[in-house]
């Protein structure tokens, strides 16, 4: 599967990247909100997985993104913040699934994996 | 007449003394101070602000007029701020455009019925509007009658229903956390109430917008916005950091700034009768807090948060130090009391006469002594080599200050990363007393005389828009 | 700023400042502007370099780290390898502080594995000096770097001086170090915390907060301390805390709250009802409703009413609609509204 990575922490991005390019996946990465839209509009992921709090462009704005067109893609959004209000709030915008951080790379994984399965 | 002739001189030296000294006060405090919260900051993970139950409840207000080209753009970016107990009411003040069709349209809004009780006097609201889109749930869209700015955030804080308001021009672009370190200090003090903060707003011309968001910051091409830069670092990095520091700040920018809403209202809210309403706001609040005794704060956050346009224009830079000198004048006239009152701490015997004497007197007394300068120079009483000497060492003085307000610029949040731009900037320190300062003086004492002649318009600012050329309007009446 | 220049001059002011002293102030200033515009230069310098340097760094170490994060440890792994080019970095003191930045904010992204192994790497480069080392600084915020880092990295063995550092002079200070206890020992970290001098801010009480809300509440009697503390603020903090986690078997206790002395007290044991709803909870908020004499609190109370009443309550908000007052009228009108579109019996 081709996946989209946007998270402006380098080594936790390479992390991600690294871990799931181990379960063949292929995967392109952002360094911040506005590199994501940009990558956006020229490849066609199949999920996309995105911190919430970057520079410039937020994850929020990745999300709305993504979910406005014709066909729409699942999102994983990152986030420090696990309480119940704000996990609730990005599944009314959208979200597909939520991570909070700290998280586990295996854990991400696996999460990955549930969409691999959805897509095929 | 040897008397008045000698006390009018000593008082004269007595003046520029004090103010070269508390320029250098200021300055050291500022350091200081601007210091102290970056070293703070960085210890400081501000996203749990944006999600604790317990973190402050927020309305954002922002009036907007004839906004048409921009707005939705605008408004897009105010949703897409990070914060969870958030709402965004949007003030749509009697635009003649077709602002209030767009937001509908593209927002998907209907009117609502909201039962309130309006504290505040304002002009007639024809209609309260909320999105029938879930993803937008955050938005309210009033629609009023014209009645200006203050008019128009009075209604906003009628119906907004959360702990603080942060007041914002809707065409001021916010930095992804400007909400989170506008509001920390409002959670930063035990003993004290916080009442209000204060954000920097920073010159955006030449830099470069997507998507509603900062993407590079570049030191303003034309001349007259590059000067701005650099008024706008010895005003805010100097100036309110310093004040920020001994409690005694007057004046909160009204393109960013937060309040505690319940002492807004008490206090009376934005006076309408007056061009400097922001400033008018903070006074009034302070002085609220004062005359009860109440233990109270008034910060200031340096951190660069909110990105504004700057006039690009002779003509429009002058309407907008016209209105600042009108707005200062009606401030400082309303709240007279304060002068030298030992009532009011700082307040009344530092805050308030600095105002008066430095920022208020200070181009009167520049002109007048220009004047007589041009008549004794007539009279061939000038004793010139002195003269020179003199004014050398004014202007050596002013640019040390503004050098030294660049360094501080560079020490702390060092925005004008490019090569080149920091020289840049020297060098527009060193023409400035030639191409802008002057011109700010004689703007200002037009001001002064548009006020004593009780002009009241609000006048216009016509903006290029964050790159495009279409340009806006804003007019109060 | 450029003032009165003209005015001081026409007006011979070479009766006060004699030329000469003019041209040394001339000349004073003159070579402080070069002063300051050479340190300006310098400072950028120094700035783009280190700003570089640790880009660079944070590149070198990428694939190394990522190595190691992954890395998947046996019971009896003893030491993670360090290449020798990383070695020959860590050399200099700089790219050690930049590590352990990286390390420390890792270790705030990422859990499980990841997390043990940053600990154990962080230890093996003996990177705890550098931290232990910052806590013994006399400049506050080299302490509370120290503090954080310890925390983070979830060092045990600093517990006891932490806790001295609660007591420190600088607020900062005994804020970071406390909340370090926090993470350290959780509950442990606020031993007589109900003895706590100084009050704590709002903010460091959601920092506690965040920490503590997923955390089962150990002991009933510590928290019970805690709510008849002198400090008010901790008064409230464990308030806030029995809402968050909605333990209900203190119930009684918050309704005593209800008639605390203090009105941010007051406030905060209403709200904490709205968490922990009962049919005695909005009695007891009916009750104290009538003797309030702050109206602000009294909308509080019918604002938590929404939460935890029923549609027993419909009857005490029907008479509120005859108050004089309008804000009260209109909060006991939406209250109705949610009781009765919402109800839970």
């Known amino acids: 599967m081709k996946i989209l990575i946007a998270e402006d922490e380098p080594i936790t991005l390479a992390t991600m990247q690294f871990r799931l390019k181990k379960d063949g996946h292929e995967v392109i990465t952002a360094n911040n909100g506005q590199e994501a839209l940009e990558l956006l509009k020229v490849h066609s992921p199949q999920l996309v997985i995105t911190d919430i709090m970057m520079p410039f462009a937020s994850g929020l704005e990745v999300l709305a993104f993504v979910k406005k067109q014709p066909k729409p893609i699942p999102v994983i959004v990152l986030s420090a913040m696990g309480q119940e209000k704000v996990v609730v709030e990005a599944f009314t915008l959208g979200a597909d699934d939520y991570i909070t951080k700290p998280f586990s790379p295996n854990e991400l994984a696996l999460r990955v994996k549930r969409f691999t399965l959805r897509v095929s | 007449m040897e008397f008045l002739y000698n006390l009018f001189n000593y008082g004269l030296l007595a003046y520029a003394v004090i103010m070269l000294g508390s320029y250098i006060f200021l300055g050291t405090l500022a350091i200081a101070e601007a210091n102290n919260y970056l070293k703070k900051s960085k210890l400081t993970d501000y996203t749990l602000l944006a999600s604790s139950p317990y973190a402050p409840s927020v309305s954002i207000l922002a009036p907007a007029y004839n906004e048409g080209a921009n707005i939705i753009e605008n408004v897009r ?37 909201v039962a309130y009780n309006p504290k505040l006097k304002t002009k007639n609201v024809k209609a309260v509007y909320k999105s029938t889109n879930p993803v937008f749930h955050k938005l309210v869209v009033i629609d009023k009658d014209n009645g200006g700015k203050a008019d128009a955030l009075n209604t906003g804080i009628n119906l907004a229903s959360h702990q603080y308001l942060v007041c914002i021009d809707v065409d001021c672009i916010l930095e992804q956390d400007a909400l989170l370190k506008l509001l920390k200090p409002f959670m930063d003090e035990s003993e004290k109430k916080v009442i209000a903060t204060g954000g920097v707003v920073r010159i955006a011309n030449s830099c470069l917008f ?157 002109f007048t002594g220009l004047v007589i300068f041009v008549i004794l120079a007539i009279s061939g009483l000038i004793n010139w080599p002195y003269f020179l000497a003199l004014t050398a060492f004014i202007f050596i003085f002013g640019w040390l200050f503004s050098i030294f307000a660049i360094l501080m610029e560079v020490a702390t949040f060092n925005q004008y990363k490019k090569k080149g731009e920091v020289g840049k900037l020297i060098i527009t320190a060193l023409i400035e007393p030639f191409i802008f300062h002057p011109f700010i003086v004689w703007s200002s004492i037009r001001g002064i005389v548009d006020f004593l002649r009780k002009r009241n318009s609000w006048g216009e600012m016509t903006r290029q828009g964050f790159g495009a050329p279409a340009a806006k309007t804003q007019a109060k009446e | 700023m450029f003032l009165f220049h003209f005015t001081i001059a026409v007006l011979q002011a070479e009766v006060f400042i004699s030329p000469g002293f003019l041209y040394v102030a001339i000349a004073v200033t003159t070579g402080l502007i070069f002063l300051l515009v050479v340190s300006l230069l310098v400072l950028l310098l120094v700035k783009n370099s280190r700003s570089l340097k640790q880009k660079e760094l944070q590149h070198q170490f990428k694939d190394w780290l990522v190595g190691i994060i992954l890395e998947e440890t046996d019971v009896d792994h003893l030491e993670f390898e360090v290449p020798h080019d990383i070695r020959k970095l860590l050399k200099n003191s700089f790219a050690r502080q930049v590590l352990l930045q990286e390390l420390k904010g890792l270790k705030q992204s990422l859990s499980g594995q990841p997390s043990e192994n940053l600990e154990k790497l962080y230890r093996q480069l003996n990177l705890q000096t550098i931290s232990c080392g910052s806590l013994q600084r006399r400049l506050w915020h080299l302490k509370s770097k120290g503090i954080q880092e310890l925390a983070a990295m979830n060092q045990q063995g600093v517990t006891q001086d932490l806790f001295l550092l609660t007591n420190h002079k600088h607020p900062n200070v005994r804020m970071e170090a406390q909340i370090a206890m926090v993470v350290l020992k959780q509950y442990e970290g606020l031993q007589l915390f109900e003895n706590l001098v100084y009050p704590l801010t709002e903010w460091h009480q959601i920092k506690l907060l965040q920490l503590l809300a997923h955390q089962p509440i150990p002991s009933e009697a510590a928290i019970v301390r805690w709510l008849h503390s002198s400090n008010y603020s901790v008064v409230q903090f464990a308030l806030k805390l029995i809402g968050e986690q909605h333990a209900l078997y203190f119930q009684e206790e918050v309704i005593a709250c209800l008639y605390h002395t203090d009105e941010t007290v007051r406030r905060q044991a209403i709200i904490c009802l709205g968490y922990i709803p009962s049919a005695r909870a909005s009695a007891s908020l009916k009750r104290l409703f009538a003797c309030e004499p702050h109206k602000d609190l009294q909308l509080v109370i019918l604002n938590e009413l929404i939460r935890s009443g029923a549609i027993d309550d419909l009857l005490f908000l029907q008479t509120l609609q005859e108050n004089t007052d309008i804000d009260i009228k209109l909060a006991a009108d939406r209250a109705t509204y949610y009781l009765l579109n919402h109800a839970v019996a």
């Open chain 2, 210 to 366: 997507e998507n509603g968001k900062l993407v590079e910051v570049n030191l303003p091409k034309q001349l007259l916005p590059r000067v701005q830069p650099l008024e706008y670092i010895r005003a805010f990095l100097l100036g309110r950091m310093a004040w920020s520091r001994l409690n005694g700040l007057l004046l909160i920018s009204g393109a960013f700034g937060a309040f505690d809403r319940k002492i807004a209202i008490e206090a009376g809210g934005y006076d309408q009768s007056t061009v400097g309403e922001d400033m008018e706001l903070v006074v009034r609040m302070r002085r609220y807090m004062a005359e009860r005794k109440l233990p109270y704060k008034v910060t200031f956050i340096p951190d660069p948060l909110c990105w504004t346009e700057a006039p690009a224009t002779y003509k429009i830079l002058a309407r907008q130090r016209n209105r600042w000198m009108r707005g200062t004048i009606e401030t400082l006239k309303m709240h007279r009391k304060l002068f030298f009152n030992p009532k009011y701490g700082l307040l009344g015997i530092l805050s308030y006469p600095y105002w008066f004497f430095f920022e208020f007197l200070a181009p009167v007394i520049e």
């Open chain 2, 77 to 113: 970016s105010l949703l897409n701020i990070y914060y969870n107990h958030l709402e965004l009411i949007v003030i749509n003040d009697g635009s003649k455009d077709d602002s209030m069709a767009k937001l509908i349209e593209a927002y998907q809004l209907e009117p609502v019925q």
